[in-house]
């Protein structure tokens, strides 16, 4: 399908109409402001940017959308590494950076409504003076946006014992794919129905546009204590994080990185990790005062029976800063070490992680492709980081090589092929590895229920999009016995 | 068409079924269900009804007990071939539960469906079939030390009843609900197509949520078959204070002060029974240590006539209801919950009704509960009151469960945002409104 400029030129008109003249984009260097997300090896220039300032704009958007046949996209900051937001050519993208007020601080009611621009790290820093705060803390909240964060069902390194995003928003409102504004759910849990909200919920911009978001504020907590071990072994870190698990600890956090994202790190911000470590793990606990104090003390010892040769344990904020730094910065790091690189995400159950990590060393040889890994250990999900240089024959498809066998692997271990950056464009191709075609074809039954007519985020998510049809109505006539050919049976 | 023709259908449709996806989990055979495949003495497959198998006062003609979820979608194929109405049966403890069926011929009872297929401990989860009772499944995980976290306020019910219903109790506040903890699941479509979604893994963004959308939605999309659910350590210690005080709305209000400190409860719940006087109880679980401590921090907060217990409190994480009572879910935002409990006990008193209440006061989730004895009437009125007193606190009451003659007086559902939606997305799974028609809000 492709919109004629006579066509464009009047969606151009509705949406200025819609918005005003200054929150529509058509020119063209404007324009490439936008040809991509988080994810910057897929481009396109999409046909118009609208940046509605509220929910009855964005609904107008939509609505001027509808009219002209026309797909839209919604995007947030545009830091999704799986291509969700990348525009249509044809399309219009529905930019929320204009809707960034938080609308209501409810510490007693232990929520925050915002609107979907706002960023992450910004409803825990208005939340904090009254003693709570956001938990998903996806590793860009600095920029990301509650919108994209709800969209992408974002995790953090501490949903590990706080859960994801989709166990924290309690409400949103919506603009449906028809331009409809709706409510599902609120600040009180269980509204009846249908859990549309939690279908909502990581559907990837395909169900509609989130213009208002309820979240749930979460105490900060008494006690954070955090140690770093080092080990010789990403095995050993590995058998340390089953022991406390299997100790029946729920830590905050569990984070590990192998020596050549430690390499990376170093060179990057010089976060000074044990020299010589083959593996460092972050553990992180939280809590009432006197469960973190039992516990962590468990938790070093079982660092130490797994042959940590080295164990820090940060006195105060600013020493636990220096642990995450390293961490938090290790993606943007390995452009230290590397000119081109994958950002992999996958997950697999966490008792797989030494079978796993030896496929994986063992992929990197075969191809001659280093493979740096960082991970949430403590849930299994792996962000190997697949270094190369584009500039090199042939590497950089023997890289996309490793990348789509570690998901592979992921598959066969009974995991999944992305735990937090989603589907996207990226790997819609991945999709049939994991689900079957009748899978497949049962999700979109809910994607027909809302976007029939496929206008929301079309070729995202699915490898082939499923015709919806009419909306099928009681069978009447033939009796569908008779219509089955099972008539003759009687 | 005979009746016994479409027995003969059913019984055909149930025979011989394998499972070939290599891919999922559904079809291998369960420890607790394998051997049974052969077994003379096992259920029938299918049946034909009988005068017990009634739900809510509406006969069934065929009962289903299919074994496996190839086998459930073999029969339920059948079933869409015949146009037979479905209702999905559980362990049955909440068939009373929503509005009737407007029309019903095969009842799918989940019972043989049963039995652990996987629980890999060290990765905390567990993948279990539909119809495996909570209890069973409670003793299985325990031997390694774990749980499913969801409190069941019914005893007898199964895993697939829970999800289907949404059931949930005191242990909520720190857990979360079945939609919380339920990482995968299988189901099969009213046209007898086995779906999956989620995985086994608790990281996962791979597609739509089904989970969430079967979650609550009292078996009027699909079949649950199979559930993979995130599992959590047993605690290693765990202690019940309890504080007793004059009236409901004093106990809401103290229990937000337990809400703003440093307890990290895993329960925070009022009881306030129709006699008067109200309780509020805070549980505590952890480290022995770490709980001894917490439970010195509680008494002192709650005030010095706290005590504190091994034990749960009489009638702890029960509805305040028995069969044949009027029972509510009332829902209200955290700060409404000590009004919502003053209004409520006004309402009772306004409309001279007894009435019991009871519940998570710490997530904003109470139960109410009015004697089946009360005058139909009366409780409709109670029922308008309520629903108004959670509007005003941005909550919902909902009738869970009630007796004919307060059902035919009363909306159940009340008002429901994104019902138009929510009709659209049962349209596509059940275009010939076949699975538990008018069971859901706005008769879906
Ligand atoms: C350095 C770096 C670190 C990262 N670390 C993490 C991490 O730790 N955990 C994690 O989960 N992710 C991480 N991400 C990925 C990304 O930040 C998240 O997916 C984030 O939620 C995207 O938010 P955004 O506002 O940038 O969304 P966009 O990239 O703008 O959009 C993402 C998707 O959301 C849709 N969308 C946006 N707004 C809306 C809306 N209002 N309504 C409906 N759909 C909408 C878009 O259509 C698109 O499909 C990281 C990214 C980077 C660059």
Redesign the pocket.
């Known amino acids: 399908m492709s919109t004629t400029t006579t066509d464009l030129t009047a969606l151009a008109a509705a949406l200025r109409a819609a918005v005003g003249a200054d929150r529509v984009l058509s020119d063209r260097q404007e324009l490439r402001t936008y040809e991509c ?2 994810l910057a090896q897929y481009k396109v220039v999409p046909a118009l940017v609208a940046l509605p300032a509220d929910a009855a704009q964005c609904a107008a958007v939509v609505r001027a959308c509808v009219a002209a046949g026309a797909p839209f ?9 799986s291509g ?2 990348l525009p249509h050519a044809d399309g219009v993208l529905i930019v ?1 950076s204009q809707m960034r007020d938080i609308l209501e601080v409810a510490p007693s009611d232990e929520r925050a409504v915002v609107q ?1 621009g706002v960023i992450n790290l910004a409803v825990s820093r208005a939340a904090n003076p009254h003693g709570w705060y956001y938990a998903p803390d ?3 909240q600095q920029i ?2 509650i ?6 069902n ?3 390194a501490h949903c590990l014992k706080y859960g994801f995003t989709t166990n924290h928003v309690t409400g949103v409102e919506l603009v449906t794919p028809d331009g409809d504004r709706v409510r599902l759910g609120g600040r009180a849990p269980d509204a009846p129905g249908y859990d549309l909200l939690g279908a909502f919920v990581g559907s ?2 395909t169900l509609g ?2 213009t208002e978001v309820t979240v749930r504020l979460t105490r900060l907590p008494e006690s954070v204590r955090t140690l770093l071990a080092a080990f010789d072994s990403t095995d050993q870190a590995g058998a340390a994080t089953s022991a406390i698990i299997a100790a029946g600890v729920v830590p905050a956090a569990v984070e590990m990185m192998d020596a050549l994202a430690i390499s990376a790190a170093e060179a990057a911000v010089h976060c000074g990790y044990p020299p010589g470590a083959g593996a460092v793990l972050i553990v992180e606990l939280d809590g009432p005062e006197p469960e973190v104090a039992a516990q962590f003390d468990q938790v070093e010892r079982l660092c130490r029976d797994n042959r940590a040769f080295e164990i820090r344990i940060a006195a105060d904020d600013v020493e636990r800063a220096l642990f995450w730094k390293g961490r938090k910065s290790a ?2 790091a390995v452009g230290r070490i590397s000119p081109d690189y994958i950002v992999q995400d996958g997950v697999i159950p966490r008792t797989a992680l030494p079978e796993v990590l030896r496929r994986i060393g063992e992929l990197s040889a075969e191809r001659g492709i280093r493979v740096a890994n960082v991970f949430h250990a403590g849930d299994g999900n792996l962000h190997p980081l697949v270094l190369f240089d584009a500039a090199v024959e042939g590497q950089t498809e023997r890289a996309e090589e490793v990348s789509g066998a570690i998901l592979d692997l992921c598959v066969r271990h009974g995991g999944s092929i992305t735990g ?3 589907v ?1 464009m990226d790997k819609a191709k991945y999709m049939p590895r994991m689900f079957t075609a009748d899978d497949l074809d049962t999700m979109q039954l809910l994607r027909c229920a809302f976007d029939p007519a496929g206008l929301a ?1 079309p070729g ?1 998510v699915f490898p082939t999009p499923r015709l919806c049809g009419e909306v099928p109505g009681r069978r009447k006539g033939v009796h569908p016995a008779q219509e089955a050919g099972l008539a003759e049976v009687f | 068409m005979p009746a016994d023709a479409i027995l003969d259908r059913l019984r055909a449709a149930a025979d011989g079924t394998t499972t070939t996806d290599g891919r999922h989990t559904d079809g291998l055979p369960s420890q607790a269900a394998a051997g049974r495949t052969d077994n003379p003495d096992g259920p029938e497959p299918v049946r034909p009804a009988g005068e017990q198998d009634a739900i809510a006062g509406v006969p069934a003609r065929y009962v289903a007990m299919p074994r496996d979820t190839a086998q459930a979608a073999a029969l339920l194929r059948a079933a869409a071939a015949l146009d037979l109405a479905v209702t999905f049966r559980g362990g049955g403890t909440k068939q009373d539960w929503a509005s009737p069926p407007r029309r019903l011929d095969l009842i799918v009872d989940t019972t043989a469906l049963a039995g652990v297929v996987e629980h890999a401990a060290g990765d905390l989860i567990t993948v279990v079939r539909a119809g495996t009772g909570l209890d069973a499944l409670a003793a299985a995980l325990a031997a390694a030390g774990q749980q499913l976290a969801l409190d069941a306020p019914l005893p007898g019910g199964t895993v697939g009843g829970a999800v289907a219903t949404n059931a949930s109790g005191p242990r909520r506040m720190l857990y979360g609900t079945a939609r919380d903890l339920l990482i995968g699941v299988t189901l099969v479509r009213a046209d007898g197509v086995v779906a999956h979604a989620g995985g086994k893994v608790v990281k996962n963004v791979a597609g739509y949520d089904l989970g969430k959308l079967v979650t609550g939605a009292y078996g009027t999309l699909g079949l649950v078959t199979e559930c993979a659910f995130r599992l959590h350590p047993l605690p290693a210690a765990a202690a019940y204070v309890t504080r007793r005080v004059d009236d409901a709305a004093e106990a809401g209000r103290l229990a937000g002060t337990v809400r703003a400190a440093q307890l990290v409860p895993a329960a925070l719940e009022v009881d306030a029974p129709a006699g008067g006087g109200a309780a509020v109880t805070v549980l505590l679980e952890g480290t022995p240590a770490g709980v001894a401590a917490r439970v010195e921090a509680a008494a002192r907060l709650l005030g010095t006539d706290a005590t504190a217990a091994d034990q749960a409190p009489e009638g702890w994480g029960r509805y305040p209801w028995r069969d044949g009572d009027t029972g509510l879910k009332l829902t209200a935002a955290l700060s409404g919950v000590p009004r919502l409990l003053a209004d409520a006990r006004a309402a009772a008193d306004r409309h001279g009704v007894p009435l019991a209440l009871r519940g998570s006061a710490g997530v904003g989730v109470l139960h109410a509960g009015v004697p089946g004895t009360a005058e139909p009437e009366r409780v409709a009125g109670l029922v308008d009151a309520l629903r108004a007193a959670t509007a005003a606190v941005a909550g919902h009451a909902v009738v869970l469960t009630a007796p004919p003659t307060v059902r035919d007086r009363v909306d159940l559902w009340g008002p429901v945002d994104g019902l138009a939606l929510m009709r659209r997305v049962k349209q596509r799974f059940d275009p010939d409104a076949r699975l538990a028609p008018g069971r859901f809000v706005g008769g879906i």
């Open positions: 997300d988080g996209v919604a995007r947030g900051s545009g830091t999704g590494l969700g937001a929320t979907p996806p590793s860009s990301c946006s919108g994209g964060n709800v969209a992408e974002s995790g953090g990837e911009g546009i989130a993606f943007a937090e950056h989603g996207g985020n995202k």
